[in-house]
């Protein structure tokens, strides 16, 4: 009989994890946003990470601007459907979804704690997965906390090892999104690191998610000595809570100087671009020179997320002896657009007819996909036409330049409100070709 009833008590308790899952498209009320701790409570032990926290992408996730922008245009040329066919919120807001406070997509009805974005509480009450992606996280609300330590103890809560908080899986919860309608990936990162050199296969030789976003500094930083709590023991390691990426555009809207420059370091880290140009050149005809561009410090495509807006490109200039360009490849016009002709490394998304689309809720195929996988190369031509009275020697110069979005999406998207999005030269190669 008592066997009878712990294996019930067992099938209840999974039962319960199951309803707790974040599954996008999910409507049903399945948490109450009071069930989870504000991170300020946290804060009173864990101070030095939730500082690290605070203004992080991770806690401005809701409250980004371009993000909330996009997800009213998204509601609005689905009829009233974005849940259904972008259900951003299961990342964006988790107990906002969880509590099934969105809809309405506004956030009017969010709680103080659901705008807070992904913050302490609901990661670390993750306990299982139903699959990667699309927020396919179960949690646990309550007093147990889940984390990276088998010997952590605490006298505010009950705390429990978990394996999960150390795979890059955890993250590929939510950096792997699939169109909930047509199953099409929007954002593959994790899978991008799945299938790449960074993962070995072997836990202790892979380099993780957590191993290049949450140490002090771009690539692994070990160790990282510290305590995770102020009453905590001195560790050998600790992982920081700055969830640094690339976003330095939603830095500089939220004010976060601090996670902006980790941006930037990031971005400059990730790449190298190399010039090769001919010994000599000659008045009045094309000179040849390639740009080699190389991802080596990203596990995962460079630019990951969401590609199809994300601008990373090539700006290739020559110029004469006195500096005056006369060649110009990847430039911006007057109201910050990048040239077309100029080498983009994107994915270009298209709708049902084919026609491309910066509109994912509207993506049906992927018409093309120019990105640079981890380790690897790419090498682009370009024939630079020498003027007939050209002094010499030229110069070239190459920039690898960086941008959240294309600026003219951000004027559709905040109209009066226009932000001008930074943009990071993640790396530079110059060479001065002399004449015949």
Not at 142 to 167: D, I, Q
Not at 263 to 273: Q, S
Request: net charge negative.
């Amino acid at each position: 009989m008592k066997l009878q009833l712990k294996k019930m008590a067992s099938l209840l308790t999974l039962a319960l994890l199951l309803v707790l899952c974040g599954c996008a498209g999910s409507k049903k009320k399945i948490a109450d946003s009071s069930e989870f701790r504000q991170p300020t409570y946290c804060a009173k032990c864990h101070r030095d990470l939730y500082n690290q926290w605070k203004g992080s992408p991770h806690n401005n996730s809701q409250k980004d601007p371009i993000y909330q922008k996009l997800y009213l245009l998204a509601d609005k040329e689905s009829d009233g459907q974005a849940e259904n066919v972008c259900a951003a919120s299961v990342c964006h807001t988790p107990i906002g979804h969880l509590a099934a406070e969105i809809p309405p997509i506004d956030g009017s009805k969010l709680s103080d704690i659901a705008k807070l974005g992904v913050q302490c509480d609901f990661c670390h009450t993750v306990s299982d997965f139903e699959k990667v992606g699309n927020g396919s996280y179960v949690v646990s609300p309550g007093k147990v906390k889940r984390g990276p330590f088998k010997n952590a103890k605490s006298p505010a809560h009950k705390t429990e090892y978990s394996k999960l908080h150390t795979e890059a899986v955890f993250c590929g919860l939510c950096h792997n999104v699939n169109h909930p309608q047509n199953n099409l990936p929007l954002e593959a990162t994790f899978t991008e690191w799945e299938e790449g050199p960074y993962n070995t296969g072997d836990a202790d030789t892979s380099t993780t998610c957590q191993d290049c976003h949450m140490t002090p500094g771009p690539g692994e930083t070990f160790p990282n000595p510290g305590r995770a709590a102020s009453i905590g023991p001195e560790r050998d390691h600790i992982f920081t809570h700055d969830f640094a990426g690339a976003n330095v555009a939603l830095a500089k809207i939220m004010n976060s100087p601090h996670h902006g420059e980790l941006a930037e370091e990031r971005l400059k880290a990730a790449a190298t671009v190399e010039v090769v140009a001919p010994g000599t050149a000659e008045k009045g005809k094309p000179m040849p020179i390639e740009v080699r561009v190389k991802n080596v410090g990203a596990g995962h495509m460079i630019p990951t997320g969401v590609t199809e807006l994300r601008q990373m490109w090539l700006e290739v200039l020559a110029s004469d002896a006195e500096g005056s360009y006369f060649f110009g490849s990847g430039t911006l016009d007057n109201e910050g657009n990048v040239d077309p002709g100029g080498v983009m490394y994107n994915t270009v998304m298209g709708d049902i007819k084919g026609r491309r689309t910066t509109h994912i809720w509207k993506a049906e195929k992927i018409l093309s996909d120019n990105r640079i996988a981890p380790g690897q190369m790419k090498t682009e031509a370009y024939n630079i036409n020498l003027p007939q009275d050209v002094i010499g020697p030229i110069g070239i110069e190459v920039r690898l330049r960086y941008r959240s979005a294309p600026q003219d999406l951000i004027d559709e998207l905040l109209g009066k409100d226009r932000i001008e999005l930074p943009i990071v030269d993640m790396a530079k190669a110059s060479t001065v070709v002399p004449l015949k």
